[in-house]
């Protein structure tokens, strides 16, 4: 079997984020009101900077997406109901009360009193870091898992076709289940904004990704395809989120140079709720009798998170400079780490499964 191997980009995405967080705490301190006059550049609440980073972290994922293989999924209906039953039916309500437990009340005296979030209202702080969670909790499957579901010697396709079904199901469930969740956790949320967030951060690129990719393979063929065009464009995605993230952490230098506890609270229940979910899937796909190479992917998409959606929403909602904006980005920083675990936790059980 052929062997995949992390890129460049992809092997160190923990150390850039950490190098991000560097360069934007001192961009922040030397120059203050760059990223602000930036983010005010904006149209309906939407930064176009910001847009226009978010676009190029999301388009190189759904340009890789072959919606054919959609319709193949139809075969093998249990991996897929699974995988779908646990991303919409469990994630996002264990992430709520594990976010809640966590920063709510077991960390919620160690962390900053309260903040204004970009509609203008006051919020206590702990509230804003449990809704960037949620925001990474309803969002599932991120284009890396295509990657950890082959280092798994799992099953490719299965894999693609989730990738595929979440985006298509984002459209519909996101905006409906993250409005009412981060109702129940009192935050303020215009409807409008999050609709659009999808629309803008999922359903353009999805489309333009589509229709691309079927001009490019038309014209020049599957092989130039795979091996030259995504070649090139994969680190486009890394290389906007990375430039998205200098932005956030220019405005968050303060916190986190004089509070940098804080990051370490909010990875705590982002890490418990990844290794849960992925313990949960995983057992139900035993109990379901699955093949391993149904079963591993199955779990590895339940546990990852699509952060580029997570991260896009909550700029747009609460604004770069929000708490919510940094959860969402501690979710990037443990991605890479915690899911490597993962992977060898997979293939070192893999004899319990047929």
């Known amino acids: 079997m052929e062997e995949r191997k992390l890129s460049f980009f992809e092997r160190y995405l923990t150390l850039w984020v950490i190098g991000c967080i560097g360069l934007g705490i001192i961009l922040g301190k030397l120059f203050p009101q760059v990223a602000v006059t930036l983010d005010s550049i904006s149209i309906y609440q939407v930064s176009i900077p910001i847009a226009v980073c978010l676009f190029f972290m999301m388009y190189p994922i759904m340009v ?4 054919y293989e959609v319709v193949k999924a139809g075969k093998t209906p249990k991996p897929v109901l699974l995988t779908l039953f646990v991303n919409w039916c469990i ?12 920063l709510g009340v077991l960390f919620k005296g160690l962390l900053p009193g309260f903040e204004i979030v970009k509609s203008g209202i006051q919020v206590e702080m702990y509230r804003s870091y449990i809704s960037g969670c949620i925001l990474l909790g309803i969002a599932p499957c991120t284009a890396m898992v295509l990657v950890w579901g082959h280092l798994a010697r799992g099953n490719d396709g299965h894999t693609l076709v989730m990738v595929a079904i979440n985006s298509l199901t984002m459209l519909f469930l996101y905006a409906p289940l993250g409005g009412w969740l981060l109702g129940v956790n009192k935050m303020p949320i215009p409807w409008q904004t999050i609709v659009l967030s999808v629309v803008i951060y999922v359903g353009l690129p ?27 464009l994969t680190p486009v995605s890394i290389g906007a989120l990375l430039v998205t993230l200098i932005l956030l952490f220019s405005f968050k ?19 418990v709720q990844t290794c849960l979910i992925f313990a949960l899937t995983y057992a139900l796909a035993k109990w379901l009798k699955l093949p391993y190479r149904d079963a591993a992917p ?51 059980t893999r004899h319990l499964f047929c």
């Open 206 to 232: 999805l489309f333009l990704g589509y229709h691309s990719r079927k001009l490019i393979i038309a014209k020049k063929g599957m092989k130039w395809f795979e091996e030259q065009f995504l070649h090139y």
């Open 253 to 271: 230098g303060e916190l986190i140079v004089k509070q940098p506890q804080v990051i370490f609270l909010i990875a705590i229940p982002l890490f």
């Open 91 to 102: 994630k996002p309500f264990t992430m709520l009360a594990i976010a809640t437990l966590f």
């Open 298 to 348: 199955s779990a590895l998409i339940g546990a990852s998170n699509h952060f580029e959606v997570a991260i896009a929403t909550s700029a747009m909602l609460f604004g770069l400079s929000s708490g919510a904006s940094l959860a969402t980005v501690v979710g990037v920083l443990i991605e890479v780490p915690v899911m490597l675990m993962l992977v060898r936790i997979s293939l070192r």
């Open 64 to 67: 890789k997406i072959d919606f």
